[in-house]
Nanobody, 120 residues
Framework: QVRLVESGGGLVQAGGSLRLSCAASGSIFSINSMGWYRQAPGKQRDVVAGVTSGGVTNYADSVTGRFTISRDNAKNTVYLQMNSLKPEDTAVYYC??????????????WGQGTQVTVSS
């Protein structure tokens, strides 16, 4: 079983920065992509950023230029550096990992979520 442990959320003023971390442990084999989604109150869960095992990244338009995703394959850890934070970035941020991918799909595990609150 795979477990994801997130850290780094908190309260910050607009314009500030936070760094989220997500470490995967357990029976992991062949991790493919890792990344982050977020969910604001009353809204659906939306993608924030992702990174493949080869280092290819993708970002939501709303965070491009402000957020940077990176990963340490040796530590099975993914990071999200968030700069120039805005009140609309306030949400619960969820880490995910896709692994064990075959022609039929991948297995996905989610983290427990970490709250990010940006005050104006």
């Amino acid at each position: 079983q795979v477990r994801l442990v997130e850290s780094g959320g908190g309260l910050v003023q607009a314009g500030g920065s936070l760094r989220l971390s997500c470490a995967a442990s357990g029976s992991i084999f062949s991790i493919n992509s890792m990344g982050w989604y977020r969910q604001a109150p009353g809204k659906q869960r939306d993608v924030v950023a992702g990174v493949t095992s080869g280092g290819v990244t993708n970002y939501a338009d709303s965070v491009t230029g402000r957020f940077t995703i990176s990963r340490d394959n040796a530590k099975n850890t993914v990071y999200l550096q968030m700069n120039s934070l805005k009140p609309e970035d306030t949400a619960v941020y969820y880490c995910y990992v896709h692994y064990g991918c075959t022609a039929y799909g991948c297995t996905t595990t989610w983290g427990q979520g970490t709250q990010v609150t940006v005050s104006s």
